[in-house]
C-alpha cells in the first residue's frame, strides 16, 4: 500500500488541525469566535476553553491517535470546537493510511474508496466546517474520508448495521427448526498448496474449532463429495477442495519453489487489456453449477502473488456458476504461521502492532490485488492462518449467512 498511495504524514495533519485553532481560538485564554456560537435570540456569555481545549494542538492529536474511532466520535459531540476538529478530513485520511493495512477482514460493503487516497491533498486553506450549509456537497462527500474508515473499521461496521427487528428473531428461530440442506462450497487457490502448513489438513484434524461431521454420498465425478463440518455445532456445510493437480506433483512444487500447471483451468490466451482468458475444466464447471458459494484460498505471505492469473481465474469460476451473482465469494487471505509477538502491555501491543512491518498482504491490498471490487458478487476477504485457523470461523460465518443459513 505504501508504494501504491500518496502517504500523509502526521506533521501535515498538525498543521491543518493548528489552523483551524489559529481561526476560531487566536488567544488561548478566548472563547470561541461570533460563527462559531449557536444562534440563540438571546446574547449568551462566550464559552471558555476546558483544560483539554487548552492543550497544544500536538497533544491533541497525540490524543486522539490513542483513541478508538467510537470515542473520537463521542469527542465530536462535546462541543463545535471538537466537532469540526474530529471532521477533519486530513485527520481521517491519516488514520485510513494508518489503520488499513492491520484490519483483519473486508468485504464488498465496507471497502473503502481506494481512489480517494490518490488524489491529491486538499487545499491547505479549505475544511470542511469552513463551508455553508448546502455548498459543494459533492465535493465533501467525495472527501469523506470520516464515513469511510467507519465503514470499514472492524470496531466500527456494526454500529452502523441495521438492528433486525423483534419478528425476524422470532422468524429465524423457527426457521432453525425446519431442517435445510446443507451447504456447499468449493475451495481452491495456490494459499492451498504453496504454504508451509496443510490449511486443509489442519481443518481435518482440528475438532475444537470446525468438528468433522462426515462425507456425503453425493458424488461429482473427478472431484468427490468433499467434507461435511459442522458449525457452531448446529449448522452443516459441505467443502469441496479443488486442487490443481496431484499431491506427488503439489508437493515436489512446493519443495522446489517452482511453478506448476493448473489442471483446472485451460489458458484460451488473452483479452485486450491482457488479462488471460481462462476456462474451468468440465468437472470444475460441474461442481461451479451445484455449490452455493466458493472459498479462494491466497497466498497472503509478502511476495507471493500469483498476479494476473488469479484475478481470471476467479472469474473464470464465478462465470461458470450458471451465470448468478448472488454466489458469495469468500477469500482467505492465508498465511502459514502466526507472526511472533513478545509479552507486553495493551498500550505497548497496540504501539508495536502499529510500527512493526506487516508480514503479510493486507486484506484491502489482496481485494484489490485479485480485482473483488469489480466483481458484481458478494465478497469478503479474512486474514487466516493455517496453523491456528483463526480467522477460518469469522470467514465461514459470514459464508453461511450469505446462503441464507440463520445464525
Not at 165 to 185: C, D, G, H, K, N
Not at 224 to 244: A, C, D, E, R, V
Not at 272 to 288: E, T
Request: glycine share 6%; charged share 20%.
Amino acid at each position: 500500500m505504501a508504494g501504491t498511495i500518496q502517504q500523509l504524514s502526521e506533521s501535515v495533519v498538525i498543521r491543518s488541525l493548528k489552523r483551524f485553532r489559529d481561526r476560531y481560538f487566536p488567544n488561548s485564554g478566548r472563547g470561541v469566535k461570533e460563527d462559531m456560537k449557536p444562534a440563540t435570540d438571546t446574547e449568551e456569555e462566550e464559552p471558555q476553553l476546558g483544560f483539554l481545549d487548552s492543550l497544544p494542538v500536538d497533544l491533541q492529536f497525540l490524543i486522539m491517535t490513542l483513541l478508538s474511532p467510537a470515542v473520537i466520535c463521542r469527542l465530536g459531540a462535546t462541543s463545535r470546537y471538537w466537532r469540526a476538529m474530529v471532521r477533519d478530513p486530513l485527520l481521517w485520511r491519516y488514520f485510513l493510511l494508518r489503520d488499513m493495512p492491520y484490519w483483519p477482514s473486508i468485504d464488498h460493503v465496507t471497502m473503502p474508496q481506494l481512489e480517494l487516497l490518490d488524489v491529491p491533498l486538499v487545499n491547505e486553506d479549505e475544511n470542511l466546517d469552513d463551508r455553508k450549509e448546502g455548498e459543494d456537497k459533492g465535493m465533501e462527500s467525495k472527501f469523506d474520508y470520516m464515513s469511510e474508515y467507519l465503514k470499514g473499521c472492524p470496531s466500527c461496521r456494526q454500529q452502523w448495521l441495521p438492528s433486525r427487528p423483534a419478528y425476524q428473531l422470532v422468524t429465524s428461530f423457527l426457521q432453525s427448526l425446519v431442517p435445510s440442506s446443507e451447504p456447499r462450497y468449493a475451495m481452491f487457490g495456490p494459499g492451498m498448496e504453496h504454504l508451509d502448513v496443510s490449511l486443509v489438513t489442519r481443518l481435518m484434524y482440528a475438532p475444537d474449532v470446525l468438528p468433522v461431521s462426515g462425507t456425503p454420498h453425493r458424488q461429482i465425478n473427478g472431484v468427490g463429495s468433499g467434507i461435511s463440518y459442522m458449525f457452531n455445532n448446529q449448522h452443516k456445510f459441505n467443502i469441496l477442495t479443488l486442487y490443481s493437480t496431484n499431491r506427488a506433483e503439489r508437493e515436489r512444487a512446493r519443495v522446489e519453489q517452482q511453478s506448476i500447471s493448473n489442471k483446472l483451468f485451460t489458458c484460451d490466451g488473452a483479452d485486450d487489456s491482457g488479462y488471460p482468458i481462462y476456462s474451468p475444466a468440465p468437472q470444475v464447471q460441474q461442481v461451479c453449477q451445484v455449490v452455493d458459494g466458493f472459498i479462494y484460498v491466497a497466498n497472503a505471505e509478502p511476495g507471493k502473488g500469483g498476479g494476473m492469473s488469479e484475478v481470471a481465474q476467479i472469474r473464470a469460476v464465478l462465470s461458470s456458476a450458471g451465470g448468478s451473482t448472488s454466489r458469495p465469494l469468500l477469500v482467505l487471505s492465508c498465511v502459514s504461521r502466526e507472526e511472533p509477538q513478545a509479552v507486553m502491555t495493551t498500550s505497548q501491543q497496540n504501539s508495536a502492532y502499529r510500527n512493526r512491518a506487516r508480514c503479510r498482504t493486507p486484506c484491502v491490498d489482496m481485494a484489490k490485488r485479485l480485482g473483488l471490487p469489480q466483481l458484481a458478487n458478494p465478497w469478503m476477504v479474512q486474514d487466516t492462518v493455517a496453523e491456528s485457523l483463526s480467522g477460518i470461523l469469522e470467514g465461514i460465518s459470514w459464508l453461511l449467512r450469505c446462503s441464507g443459513v440463520k445464525l
